[in-house]
C-alpha cells in the first residue's frame, strides 16, 4: 500500500501562487506514477496534472496548462504541484493521486488518494 498526504493549500488571492506537496510512504514510490486531481465545488473529481515514474512526461489539462507545474523528487518520495496565475475557479480541494506505473487521467482508475487539501482562490 502507498499512503499519501497533501499539504500546502490555503488562501491566496487571484494571481497569486501556491505550491502543494504530497508526501508518499514507502521506499518504492519511484515505481508509481503520482500527480493531481481536484474536485470542484458541485462538480465531480478532476485530473489535474501527472507525472512519470522519474520525473518525465509531466501532462496536464487543457484548464491549468501553463500555469501549473508537477515535479517529483523520489529521494524525498514528495511530488508537488506549483500553481501560479492562480484564478477564482482554481478553488476546490486538491488531492494527490498515484498508481502503479502511469498515473491514470480517469480517476477511477488510480490506486491512492491522500485526504486532499482546500484551496481557496479570493477575488
Known amino acids: 500500500q502507498v499512503q499519501l498526504v497533501e499539504s500546502g493549500g490555503g488562501l491566496v488571492q487571484a494571481g497569486g501562487s501556491l505550491r502543494l506537496s504530497c508526501a508518499a510512504s514507502g521506499r518504492t514510490v519511484s515505481n508509481y506514477g503520482l500527480g493531481w486531481f481536484r474536485q470542484l465545488p458541485g462538480e465531480e473529481r478532476d485530473f489535474v496534472g501527472a507525472?512519470?515514474?522519474?520525473?518525465?512526461?509531466?501532462y496536464y489539462s487543457l484548464a491549468v496548462k501553463g500555469r501549473f507545474t508537477i515535479s517529483r523528487d523520489n529521494t524525498k518520495n514528495t511530488v508537488y504541484l506549483q500553481m501560479n496565475s492562480l484564478k477564482p475557479e482554481d478553488t476546490g480541494v486538491y488531492y494527490c493521486?498515484?498508481?502503479?506505473?502511469?498515473?491514470?487521467?480517469?480517476?477511477?482508475?488510480?490506486?491512492?488518494w491522500g485526504q486532499g487539501t482546500q484551496v481557496t482562490v479570493s477575488s
Open positions: 493521486a498515484s498508481r502503479r506505473g502511469l498515473l491514470a487521467a480517469r480517476a477511477d482508475l488510480n490506486d491512492y
Open positions: 507525472i512519470g515514474l522519474n520525473g518525465d512526461s509531466p
